[in-house]
């Protein structure tokens, strides 16, 4: 393996691990104040958006190829960005609670992030399942933390044998 794809393996690497990072601060901001913590989510989807084009942008190789990229992601996130608006909408005039915007908006970026692991990498569909999952263990149950931890344990082992058994 090249120095420069073993570094490029490894910036795939702490970008997933910084978004299931994310996803966990994400979820105990939710825990401690639901009311606020669409604003965490909100930034987020900038977040994730400059996380899927940067691991997406070595596997492209031509410039044609980063064009396609930047605009599909841009697209791709922007659209999200609109959803999450539209959600804001139903807080304005009425039809959600300021408490359940975060969940709608985490439903969404877990959607968005699953999508755009078809695209960038799977490690963003795990990303996205992690949110989703969260996403439901939050509705439906009072001290969820930790179980949502050990989730995003499981997956980071999972995923780490499963880029080990690939290479073997």
Known sequence: ???TSSKLGIIDKVIFIALIIFTLVGVA???ISP???HVYWLVMNLVFAIGAIITGWHKAQTKKEHTKLITSQL???GSTMVAVMIVYAF???GQIQNETVSLAI???LSLSTFLAGIHIGWQFSVVGILLAISVLIISY???YIWLIVIIALALVLISYFWNKFKKS
């Open 141 to 143: 149950m009072e001290e």
């Open 29 to 31: 901001i939710t825990n």
């Open 75 to 77: 697209i791709h996130w």
């Open 1 to 3: 393996m090249s120095t």
């Open 35 to 37: 009311a606020e913590a």
């Open 91 to 93: 807080l304005h005039s």
């Open 106 to 108: 985490v439903l969404i």
